[in-house]
């Protein structure tokens, strides 16, 4: 059985961090275009006030307000994302920490699999940051809506990254690094 290293504290604390992160962006995200959408919140301001009417904008700009707070706290922990993601990969270059590459011939499959997974997790980190940073500065605004479609991926590339990183979990646990759970948690 491998031995499994030991994980320092600033290790696990990047880990969690961007774990909470990436937690709390998918559910503000997935309110936002979902349950909390501004047509969807508008149609339901629009039908509890038939009494009197009110213009369409000022329907949005109530909408937009409600909204407002839980939209905070995406940019905040995108923030943290974003800085979390940098601190890790620089930790890990200083640190001299690597992951097998998927593209060795040289290695097992449940090793290129690992691969895999970092890449998926590394590429849809970078992908999904780039573009809140371009909506949210407007950088290359002639693609504004290709790059919003983008960024909204991440709903559904979260999810996927959660079941191949659990997957790997149990995988690990199960075979040659038992343990590696409460090491990740408790760093014993």
Known sequence: ??????????????HWLIAIAMFVLFITGFLRMYWMN?????AIIESKTTSTPVAEEVLSDIASTIRQP??????????VMIVAFV??????L???????????????????LQGFVYVYFYVFVFISAFTGICIENK????YHETIETVHKWGIYWFPIFIILHLAG??????????????KMIGGD
């Open 1 to 14: 059985m491998a031995e499994i290293k030991k994980f320092t504290i600033i290790h696990r604390l990047l």
């Open 70 to 79: 839980m939209w905070e706290w995406h940019e905040i922990f995108a923030n």
């Open 169 to 182: 979990i149990v995988l690990a646990e199960h075979t040659t690094k038992k343990g590696i759970t409460s």
């Open 38 to 42: 501004k047509k969807g919140m508008v």
């Open 94 to 112: 200083f640190k001299g920490i690597r992951f097998p590459n998927p593209f060795s011939r040289k290695i097992q499959f449940k090793e290129r």
């Open 139 to 142: 950088f290359f605004d002639a």
């Open 87 to 92: 601190a890790r990969i620089l930790y890990m």
